[in-house]
């Protein structure tokens, strides 16, 4: 079928199903980039259940500026979080 406005076709049932692979690949690699962040950055990530990547990415970054200046603000915390950190 064609729609009348702009000449373009309707997308067939098979591309649905590609678009559903497609979004299963991008949350898989927005968990597995999660998975390997710091628990201190993980565990706040996580709470945000966020499935796109760059999303995920970009609220790390964020905490990850975040946490660093909470560290050098207090350096007893550094100690206590980085002994957390030794898996």
């Known amino acids: 079928m064609v729609y ?3 000449g373009s076709k309707v997308p067939q049932r098979g591309a649905t199903h ?4 497609i979004l299963r690949i991008v ?3 927005a968990s597995k980039f ?3 962040l710091l628990l201190a950055i993980q565990s706040r990530v996580a709470i ?4 796109w990547y760059v999303n995920v990415v970009d609220q790390a970054l ?5 946490f660093k200046e909470l560290m050098k603000s207090n350096p007893k915390r550094s100690r206590v ?7």
């Open 4 to 6: 009348p406005i702009n």
């Open 18 to 21: 590609e678009v559903e692979g």
């Open 27 to 29: 949350e898989g690699k």
């Open 34 to 36: 999660q998975e390997g």
């Open 48 to 51: 945000l259940r966020l499935t």
């Open 62 to 66: 964020i905490m990850e500026r975040e």
């Open 81 to 87: 979080e980085s002994s957390q950190q030794g898996d």
